[in-house]
């Protein structure tokens, strides 16, 4: 079968489509995580942001940095497009939480250019959000499982099967 993502956006939409959209009070629920509204916001950020990284990383894998560029800047305005509508990110600025999306970046690298596995990132977002207030610390591992859970990073990397840009 020949690659299907020919352009920047499709192959930023068919990584779109596989991103948790938001994190709901009953998913968060179902977790056994309590939380307000606001701090379901500050894990949907979060959560954002680690998918964000792991998109990055299967990019960089296999796709020249101009190629990335192009990908990770379509998704970004969809994801701005997106923000308070699909995502649930009313009344936060989209234009700082990318800022914040490049130092998590580096953080996650540093912890795989040391040799760390996908749960080691995981478990830094869990500890980001639990330094933040979002979550308490005995909820540490109820979240790491929903991170797990929410975290396609297998499928991120199926995606570049299909992306052969043109032009």
Known sequence: MSPSLRTAAQAAEAFYALMPHGVSLATLEEYGIDASPEKAQQIARELLSVNLYWIWCALKARLPDKDCRRVLGELQQRLAGAWES???????????????????????????????????????????????????????QKLLALLLDLVPVDEYGGVLEDIELTG
Request: aromatic fraction near 6%.
């Open 86 to 140: 699909e995502l649930g990110l009313g009344g936060q600025n989209v234009d700082t939480y990318f800022v914040e999306v490049e130092d998590r970046r580096a953080a996650y690298d540093k912890i795989t250019q040391e040799g760390g596995p996908p749960v080691v990132v995981l478990s830094e977002t869990a500890a980001i959000l639990e330094s933040a207030s979002a979550v308490r610390a005995e909820d540490r």
